[in-house]
């Protein structure tokens, strides 16, 4: 009966949002694209339980791209926990393009991120790579002390809630929802609060509801060996770095016993400096390397360069994640916001274990978030078991994502009624943008109800590896 009611209201936006005037807001420009959007600002209760203070956000409407637009538009909402919903406009021209052609896009920065009250901690070291970990774990602790902000304001379910807000203000009746790894958590739980406002979901790199974030050892090494399995599978890769595995595992035991400090050329000015090498440092960009399946195939070469004491590559790919503009990257305090309250509180010795057992992904890497969760003095939030979703929702995985494999895309497909998941084999961390991606998304939103023909996603081929300075194989 609840199935049929949702399918009925499905048909209702056209007439029953008819008489309702969106927002107007105002023509912005934001970075990733040249065309303006429509952007305004939206209040939102501090804390939904008690009346008072409230906070801005910062909301970012892509209009359709035809004029017959549909009243269900899409909110895309970004991951991390810590990303801003503004860092996905360069994917309004790629990923997004043909469900654009007939839907509002609606970007909204999460509190806490972006232009809605950034909770940032900018670094004011001149050389980041030199500090010992010991004085970046203080420093982050004085930054998280001096914002001064009521950290456990910013959960999962208040993000939520300040959706439903954004969505009454634009005068929607109903929404489509793509979440983005720590976007759909974000988007499983609004569909649980607010069943009657979601049309659809897409969910790609699909956090299951019991996933605990820190706790990522295990699907982390899968990962890497898939990655030494196909490149001692390929000809070119294996005879080029036939000692890979153990390469890499001689890089870790030397790291684990002392940092090295490394004579560089500073990557801005060319100046010689010094880089200090740990552990953490490494471990961390070879995670962060496997998220993209591009990217990943340049890992064989790094290691082995790293090998033989040409650390300039590794060095290299590992300052691409360090953007030195003043407002970019993600909000590490609110990250810590939502982890330390959601997360790190059911992280039991036992579980840690496990899912470090065998994993280059040790203790001390995870437990670095312990650390900082201690200043934070957010209450844990209790887990519940989800409810049903009734809402039509698209899974999507990448064979060879390191952190939301298609495992627990599967994990959480068990909450939901009506969910088809699709699986590319030659994808990592997130594929709507993969191949025939994004008019698989179109043609889904359209018809929810249908099974989607995800045949083209076999045709997705997997990148070449590169096997020296020159890059990439043709």
């Known amino acids: 009966m609840l199935r049929l009611m949702l399918l009925a209201l499905a048909l209702l936006p056209l007439a029953a949002s008819a008489a309702v005037t969106p927002a107007p807001g105002k023509d912005c420009h934001l970075p990733g694209t040249e065309e303006a959007l429509r952007c305004l600002r939206v209040d939102v209760p501090l804390n939904y339980k008690q009346a ?3 906070l801005s956000l910062h909301v970012a409407v892509a209009p359709a791209l035809r004029e017959s637009a549909r009243r269900d538009p899409l909110f895309l909402l970004a991951g991390g926990p810590g990303e801003a919903g503004s860092d996905l406009v360069p994917l309004l021209n790629a990923s997004f393009r043909k469900v654009r052609a007939t839907r509002d896009i609606v970007l909204i920065d999460q509190r806490g991120t972006g232009l809605s ?17 010991e004085k ?12 001064n902000k009521p950290y ?27 979440g983005g790894s720590y976007g759909s958590r974000l988007a499983q739980t609004y569909a649980r609060l ?17 996933q605990i974030v820190p706790a990522g050892g295990r699907d982390a090494q ?3 060996d898939k990655l030494f399995q196909q490149c001692s599978e390929n000809q070119p890769c294996a005879r080029a770095f036939p000692a890979l595995r153990s390469e890499f ?24 400096r010094q880089v200090r090498m740990t552990s953490n440092r490494f471990l961390g960009t070879v995670h962060n390397i496997l998220y993209s399946q591009a990217d990943s195939r340049r890992l064989p070469f790094l290691i082995h360069s790293a090998y033989q004491n040409r650390w300039q590559p590794f060095i290299a790919r590992s300052n691409v994640a360090r953007d030195f503009a003043a407002d970019a990257g993600p909000a590490m305090p609110l990250h810590l916001a939502v982890v330390c309250a959601e997360d790190y509180p059911r992280l039991t010795p036992a579980l840690l274990a496990e899912d470090t057992r065998d994993s280059f992904l040790g203790k001390p890497q995870i437990e670095r978030i312990g650390a900082l969760c201690e ?43 009506h969910a088809q998941h699709l699986i590319v084999s030659n994808g990592g961390h997130i594929v709507s943008q993969l191949g025939c991606g994004p008019r698989l998304l179109r043609e889904f939103l359209d018809l929810p109800d249908k099974p989607v023909a995800a045949e083209c996603l076999k045709e997705i081929p997997a990148p070449t590896f590169q096997l020296n300075s020159a890059g990439p194989q043709p």
């Open 52 to 54: 008072g203070a409230t």
């Open 117 to 133: 009250g950034k909770l940032d901690c900018p670094s004011d070291e001149p050389n980041e790579e030199t500090i010992s970990e």
């Open 136 to 147: 970046a774990l203080a420093d982050a602790r004085d930054c998280i002390k001096s914002l």
């Open 152 to 178: 456990a304001d910013y959960t999962t379910e208040a993000a939520a809630r300040d959706i439903d807000l954004v969505r009454k203000k634009l005068g929607y009746a109903q929404i489509n929802l793509w």
């Open 194 to 210: 607010f069943p009657e406002h979601v049309r659809a979901m897409v969910l790609d790199g699909v956090a299951a509801p019991d």
């Open 222 to 224: 899968a990962a890497l």
């Open 249 to 272: 595992a001689s890089i870790v035991a030397a790291l684990n016993k002392a940092p090295l400090m490394l004579e560089l050329p500073d990557p801005r000015t060319a100046e010689m």
């Open 375 to 417: 200043t934070m003095h957010v209450p844990a939030v209790p887990w519940t078991t989800p409810s049903k979703i009734e809402a039509p929702v698209l899974l999507m995985s990448g064979a060879l994502d390191p952190v939301t494999p298609p495992r627990r895309a599967e994990a959480a497909k068990q909450y939901m009624t």
